[in-house]
């Protein structure tokens, strides 16, 4: 699977729009980018995910540029609640492994700021 | 119900002894999975079943055993395991192993070795 580049860490004020990216510039033509994120001591929890059309549900919008080399999640109206590490994870096709696996990098610490 | 159940939430257990962390999963997901968590690092996958069968196990010691007596339930039973097995352990599970579907995290099991 290709390797993904986050920020750190990033910092947002309570009812702005987050925008954390990320890059995956060696993404290949049948993988998918899943955003998935981690409140703190829980389980992780999927978000959104897309293979090159943006995409939009009632969490998150996923932008994915026209090269696909890298994509940007935005949450619109980030709350406190929204303070969690995003991952970014892309995620190949099906290897005959028994199933897809996620490999997770360092990801995102968010800190939405009242 | 999109719930991945764990228990117990939290375990200490000495070097000695032996342990079982179970999850389970109402969802008729096909694919189920054990993670491993330690502090301010991403979850590491230890191992995936598909149809209650094991399909890969990424080189974890045999300490850890898994088992998947049926499609809705996973256990990780522990023995003579040692203080850096001290983690958050999760549980997770998606529907059909082929395909790209997001996983179902639980809330995780902390385990503490001492």
């Known amino acids: 699977d290709a390797k993904t580049t986050q920020p750190t860490s990033m910092d947002c004020a309570e009812g702005r729009a987050a925008n954390l990216p990320c890059n995956h510039s060696?993404?290949?033509?049948?993988?998918?980018v899943y955003w998935y994120r981690q409140i703190h001591s829980q389980g992780p929890q999927y978000i959104i995910h897309?293979?090159?059309n943006n995409e939009t549900n009632e969490m998150a919008s996923l932008i994915i540029t026209e090269d696909r080399k890298s994509s940007t999640l935005i949450l619109p109206h980030a709350t406190l609640r929204d303070t969690a590490v995003y991952y970014c994870i892309v995620r190949g096709p099906y290897s005959g492994a028994g199933s897809y696996q996620l490999t997770f990098g360092k990801g995102t610490k968010l800190s939405v700021i009242p | 119900d999109t719930e991945v159940t764990q228990t117990p939430k939290h375990l200490v257990m000495g070097m000695t002894n032996k342990k079982s962390l179970k999850c389970e999963q109402h969802?008729?997901?096909?694919?189920m999975y054990w993670y491993k968590q330690k502090a301010k690092k991403p979850p590491e996958l230890m191992f995936v079943y598909s149809y209650e069968k094991l399909s890969i196990n990424e080189s974890v010691p045999s300490r850890f055993s898994p088992e998947c007596p049926n499609s809705s339930l996973l256990n990780l039973h522990l023995h003579a395991l040692q203080p850096e097995d001290s983690a958050l352990y999760l549980c997770a599970s998606s529907q059909d192993p082929g395909q790209a579907y997001e996983q179902y995290f639980g809330p995780g099991t902390r385990l503490t070795v001492t």
């Open positions: 969802m008729g997901h096909r694919a």
């Open positions: 897309g293979l090159k």
């Open positions: 060696t993404i290949s033509g049948n993988e998918y």
